[in-house]
């Protein structure tokens, strides 16, 4: 009788994103996102050099990795390896205008197929997306950007 599927799969651990100097990375995370550093889960080699640092998102219980792989980040960059949800398009607006506060590189607020989105670039030019729950009518007339929509 063939085995059956477990069913202990509970959803997402944690997240891994790469990085070439992963302080600033933590810094932008924790900086101009909602993530908080968790020092006592950073990874070190047996020779005690830091490899990866933990980020947490206590409301969403998320964790986020950010690994030491400069070689990887580069080959990432411009690509969206997470969407990151907000609420409404109103949001959106108010992170815009955050992220100029904050000198964080983003698009305008754009139309996608069923709400909103909005990409920034972290240090290492990786896009980070936000994607409004809030819904319109579906389409495939979307906003075209080159740049922030590859």
Not at 28 to 54: G, M, N, R, W
Not at 63 to 91: C, F, Y
Not at 131 to 143: A, G, R
Request: charged residues 30%; contains cysteine.
């Amino acid at each position: 009788m063939p085995p059956t599927k477990p069913t202990s799969f509970n959803g997402i651990h944690h997240l891994k994103l790469p990085g070439s100097d992963i302080r600033k990375t933590e810094a932008f995370y924790t900086q101009i996102f909602p993530f908080e550093s968790c020092p006592e889960l950073d990874h070190y080699t047996p020779d005690d050099k830091l490899f990866a640092v933990l980020l947490t998102y206590k409301p969403a219980g998320l964790m986020l990795e950010i690994r030491h792989n400069p070689e990887q980040a580069k080959i990432q960059k411009g690509w969206d390896p997470v969407t990151w949800g907000v609420n409404s398009r109103k949001d959106l607006e108010e992170w815009g205008a955050w992220f100029d506060e904050k000198g964080v590189s983003h698009s305008k607020v754009l139309k996608g197929m069923k709400g909103w989105v909005m990409a920034a670039e972290d240090p290492d030019g990786k896009i980070v997306r936000l994607y409004t729950t809030e819904e319109h009518e579906w389409t495939t007339d979307v906003d075209r950007d080159t740049y922030w929509l590859r």
